[in-house]
């Protein structure tokens, strides 16, 4: 058996070594995003596993989530009109640089029964991805982009517990001359669920509301653009004792069935 | 037993970079210390912890730290402590991956620290049983 002594010097080297990685190359350019280059091909399989598999009731959900899309345009036209209306200006159609990532890995508690938490993407810094960018499908918001390296990065998905965003919740059963609607925190929590807490207790919140993002863009364009979806109410929890309400939501999108997302890289708005 | 240690490294380094945020890498690297006691071991742990990093978009360099330090430290105390039982393998390695999820900041960290431990433990007894021969030595 070796003496532990002969274990000191290979330790302190391996720690030196690892120290000078940590504080020189904590972003992982040149050689490292070279051997990510190597590397991603052998594991982008693996992660791909468990994907693909579409089936009847899919297509009828895919189907039913272009519906909800086209209601929720129809819905912010509604909107747009009452701004219209009352203030006379308009708002300008913008345009976004979407960048089209492919999911090459992804993280959870127990990624084949849940839904991921984060997914790794293969577009990075070089294509334009920076961190804060929201990560899309369609018009659903499926997460943001947290880290990011030279030819990958890494996004936070709605559902993971330390995702949170301010969102407005709009009924189904929306009336031209609805002005505002109740607004609340998103929050991840575990197994890709996700809660709308401290929404006032006057405002009223019903199940199969649509919750979409009331948007936090910098002045980059950076962040996560208003009016994209993240689900629907599925249940709502009202005390009348209580300050406010809380929602569970049930997801717009599921990623089970992805192997595409798109950054919005807002480079063009 | 050398080939099961590769397999079991391996398929620990594709599900943590792939799939689980589960810390399986940890307990591995704990049974391969225990059962082979070379300094290959801390080289080891700075090349996975690197590629690691690489893969999953993080730090480069903060895996191997936690590594190589949490083998360190089991170094350290192996004289003092009884360290070829499952008790000791199921608590260390439980400590090693709240550590490592603490400092990557991931959510769970209890229960995904736990799970990590009892794969180890689960694969300390399979080590133990299949390959007795080979500790005696040891």
């Known amino acids: 058996?070796?003496?532990?002594?002969?274990?000191?010097?290979?330790?302190?080297?391996?720690?030196?070594?690892?120290?000078?990685?940590?504080?020189?190359?904590?972003?992982?350019?040149?050689?490292?995003?070279?051997?990510?280059?190597?590397?991603?091909?052998?594991?982008?399989?693996?992660?791909?596993?468990?994907?693909?598999?579409?089936?009847?009731?899919?297509?009828?959900?895919?189907?039913?989530?272009?519906?909800?899309?086209?209601?929720?345009?129809?819905?912010?036209?509604?909107?747009?009109?009452?701004?219209?209306?009352?203030?006379?200006?308009?708002?300008?159609?913008?345009?976004?640089?979407?960048?089209?990532?492919?999911?090459?890995?992804?993280?959870?508690?127990?990624?084949?029964?849940?839904?991921?938490?984060?997914?790794?993407?293969?577009?990075?810094?070089?294509?334009?991805?920076?961190?804060?960018?929201?990560?899309?499908?369609?018009?659903?918001?499926?997460?943001?982009?947290?880290?990011?390296?030279?030819?990958?990065?890494?996004?936070?998905?709605?559902?993971?517990?330390?995702?949170?965003?301010?969102?407005?919740?709009?009924?189904?059963?929306?009336?031209?001359?609805?002005?505002?609607?109740?607004?609340?925190?998103?929050k991840g929590k575990s197994a890709g669920q996700m809660d709308v807490e401290n929404v006032l207790l006057s405002e009223k919140i019903s199940v199969g509301d649509m919750v979409v993002s009331v948007g936090d863009e910098d002045e980059n364009g950076i962040g996560i653009m208003p009016d994209l979806i993240v689900g629907s109410v599925g249940s709502v929890d009202k005390k009348p004792s209580a300050l406010f309400q809380s929602a569970q939501i049930s997801p717009g999108i599921k990623l089970s069935n992805k192997n595409m997302v798109f950054v919005v890289t807002g480079a063009q708005r | 037993m050398n080939a099961f240690f590769v397999l079991i490294v391996f398929l620990s380094f594709i599900l943590q970079a792939s799939y689980t945020s589960i810390p399986l890498l940890p307990g591995v690297l704990l049974l391969l210390y225990l059962f082979k006691r070379a300094e290959w071991v801390f080289v080891f742990a700075l090349v996975l912890g690197v590629l690691l990093d690489i893969v999953l978009v993080r730090k480069i360099g903060i895996s191997s730290l936690f590594f190589i330090g949490f083998l360190t430290i089991i170094s350290i105390y192996e004289r003092k402590l009884e360290i070829y039982t499952k008790e000791f393998v199921g608590i260390v390695s439980f400590l090693g991956g709240v550590g490592y999820l603490l400092i990557l900041g991931e959510s769970n960290v209890l229960l995904q620290a736990g799970l990590g431990s009892l794969m180890s433990v689960l694969l300390f007894l399979c080590v133990k049983r299949w390959f007795a021969k080979s500790m005696i030595a040891l």
Do not use: H, W
Not at chain 1, 50 to 57: A, D, F, H, P, V
């Open chain 1, 1 to 186: 058996m070796k003496q532990k002594n002969s274990f000191l010097p290979v330790t302190v080297i391996c720690l030196v070594i690892a120290s000078l990685l940590y504080v020189f190359a904590p972003r992982g350019e040149g050689f490292f995003s070279v051997l990510n280059l190597i590397i991603r091909p052998v594991l982008s399989p693996f992660g791909a596993l468990g994907t693909n598999r579409l089936s009847e009731l899919d297509t009828v959900k895919a189907e039913n989530r272009k519906l909800l899309e086209k209601l929720i345009t129809f819905q912010t036209i509604i909107i747009e009109n009452n701004a219209l209306r009352d203030q006379f200006q308009t708002t300008y159609p913008k345009s976004n640089l979407l960048v089209p990532a492919r999911i090459i890995g992804g993280q959870s508690l127990v990624a084949l029964v849940n839904s991921f938490e984060v997914v790794i993407l293969d577009k990075g810094r070089k294509d334009g991805v920076v961190v804060g960018q929201a990560v899309v499908v369609g018009k659903y918001l499926v997460g943001k982009v947290e880290r990011v390296g030279e030819y990958g990065s890494r996004a936070m998905l709605v559902g993971n517990p330390s995702f949170s965003l301010r969102v407005k919740i709009i009924p189904k059963d929306l009336e031209a001359q609805t002005v505002s609607f109740p607004l609340g925190l998103l």
